[in-house]
């Protein structure tokens, strides 16, 4: 079975195409191009739907040249349906809905945090795990459990990515920052103490932003290692309080953030301590892609049809937790 | 002494003192926290707890017996509760006990006390009294919205953990909060739960 994958809730414009032979996957292309804002800004949702727009055609193009195949060898199309920016997440269910209605296809509307889990898990071949979803979007520990992913964990405000971006843009660097304020993070050892704000197995960010924010004068390479070192640490616990509490002996982390080297040596850290099985999706898949959405469909595909044109949503706020999985 | 458990942030031993049985919780360092970070957070921890241990035990909450606490090596040692944790007891049983458990933290918040940590493993059932364990999160306070944090952790557990029987556990939690902290304060209470709920990622937005 070959399917299509269309993914556009944020930055990033991707169609993958993938095939499924019994459990086993294959991407045969996944092509992305990056919406980048200016340095110190955010995303503007109307310039990233521009930048989709005017890329998705020739993004649709190469996937297929990739992968070797033609519209026509399609069985299947999905699109991320949320959550996300809504100019964006429109962009890519128009394209979906446009293949779809011309070649006669079946479409699926897919979740696209659930694409990142059941991504991760494909390409890691982790069973049962305690998953931490790393991303701009999300921040939370989950496991699987009676048809639904079941949150275990999560941010009471804003999310890891969107921390680490909120701060690096402050001081000027441009979105995803995640990468640059690493970089910096390395260069100093001087730990600076900020709110530690760990609520159970929840976590909350915002204050660690702005207390961050106040100790930038003073050395910007400090600033991004206490800010790593205190956020990662929350993250951690938390971790190993849904380990210890779920039993889990697996932990998958997904998601952009999951990239970085420091938090994911400390969760490995965590592993250790509890006897668990560690896994990373690669990082060319961990942040966000037209594969997550394309393998998902393709798995609901085992036990759905594809939904009509009139069904094919697009919603921004769409929590993972709400979805039944029944393949 | 024989490791019991080996927690998310302190491993438990059984050891003695005074020639009887006692538990002995420590706080070890941990590698991947920095090191100034993490000294602060287990002495604040070990403070916290064995205070609130006790000042919640004279509210006529059962609590284990603080006996020894070492602050400069973090341990804490104290009264063993050799039961069960509600988590690992038959559904109909949790599902019975939910409003005892709502009861006793409708006990702490109304004086002043949140616990910080409210999991199903936090509570012990033991000769047919519920014991609550583990205050190293908690905190002194008299204000509504931490109150409802606490709320909404449990909740978030249950919803998770107990999935097939949230319903009646939370039910049955709240009718013992209630009967406690009075209907007023419940009202507000569980409107900031609400609250807060709708303030997470990607919530339906009422």
């Not at chain 1, 998705?56 to 519209?71: H, R």
């Amino acid at each position: 079975m070959i399917g299509l994958g269309v993914e556009s809730t944020a930055h990033t414009f991707s169609c993958a195409i993938l095939e499924k032979k019994g459990k086993q996957g294959k991407i045969l292309s996944d092509v992305r191009k990056i919406y980048r804002p200016p340095e110190g800004e955010g995303i503007h949702p109307r310039e990233a739907s521009r930048h989709h727009v005017e890329n998705s055609a020739t993004v649709l193009s190469e996937c297929l040249q990739e992968a070797g195949v033609t519209i026509k060898d399609l069985d299947i199309i999905s699109y991320a349906a949320g959550p996300g920016l809504g100019p964006c997440l429109r962009v890519g269910a128009v394209v979906a809905r446009s293949l779809s209605s011309y070649y006669n296809i079946p479409i699926y509307p897919v979740n696209h945090a659930i694409g990142h889990i059941e991504l991760g898990k494909l390409l890691t071949g982790a069973k049962n795990p305690l998953v931490l979803l790393v991303s701009g979007g999300h921040t939370m520990l989950l496991a699987f459990l009676n048809k639904q992913w079941r949150v275990f964990g999560e941010t009471l405000d804003i999310t890891l990515g969107q921390l680490l971006d909120q701060f690096g843009r402050s001081i000027g660097f441009a979105s995803p920052c995640g990468k640059n304020i690493e970089d910096l993070a390395s260069s100093s050892s001087n730990y600076v103490l900020l709110p530690y704000s760990v609520k159970g197995n929840d976590v909350s960010f915002s204050g660690l932003l702005s207390a961050t924010k106040s100790i930038i004068p003073k050395s910007k390479a400090d600033a991004c290692f206490s800010l790593q070192e205190t956020a990662f640490a929350m993250i951690s616990e938390v971790v190993e309080r849904a380990l210890s509490f779920t039993r889990k002996k697996e932990l998958l982390i997904v998601g952009g953030v999951a990239a970085n080297k420091r938090l994911s040596e400390m969760l490995h850290d965590v592993c250790k301590r509890h006897g668990c099985k560690f896994f990373v999706a690669p990082q060319k898949y961990a942040g966000d892609c037209g594969s997550q959405i394309c393998w998902t469909g393709l798995l609901e595909s085992q036990v759905k049809n594809g939904v009509s044109l009139d069904e094919t949503f697009v919603t921004q706020s769409w929590r993972l937790d709400s979805v039944k999985v029944d393949y | 002494m024989k490791l019991l458990k080996k927690g998310a942030e302190a491993d438990i031993y059984l050891t003695q003192w005074n020639g009887s049985r006692a538990i002995l919780k420590i706080r070890k360092a941990k590698r991947y926290r920095n090191p100034i970070l993490d000294t602060k957070i287990r002495k604040q921890r070990t403070i916290k707890e064995s205070q609130a241990i006790s000042e919640v035990k004279s509210y006529g909450i059962p609590t284990p017996l603080v006996y020894y606490a070492n602050l400069k090596k973090s341990f804490i040692i104290m009264q063993e509760i050799p039961g069960k944790p509600i988590h690992d007891l038959p559904n109909s049983k949790i599902i019975e006990l939910s409003k005892e458990i709502g009861k006793l933290v409708g006990m702490m918040h109304k004086n002043g006390i949140m616990h910080g940590d409210l999991t199903t493993s936090n509570f012990i059932l033991y000769k047919n009294k519920v014991y609550v364990i583990d205050f190293g999160l908690s905190q002194k306070t008299i204000k509504s919205e931490d109150h409802a944090v606490d709320l909404r952790l449990i909740k978030e557990i249950l919803n998770s953990a107990h999935a097939e029987i949230m319903k009646s556990t939370w039910k049955n939690f709240l009718l013992g909060y209630k009967s406690v902290v009075g209907s007023s304060n419940y009202a507000k209470i569980t409107h900031l739960v609400s609250v807060i709920e709708s303030r997470g990622r990607y919530a339906a937005v009422v």
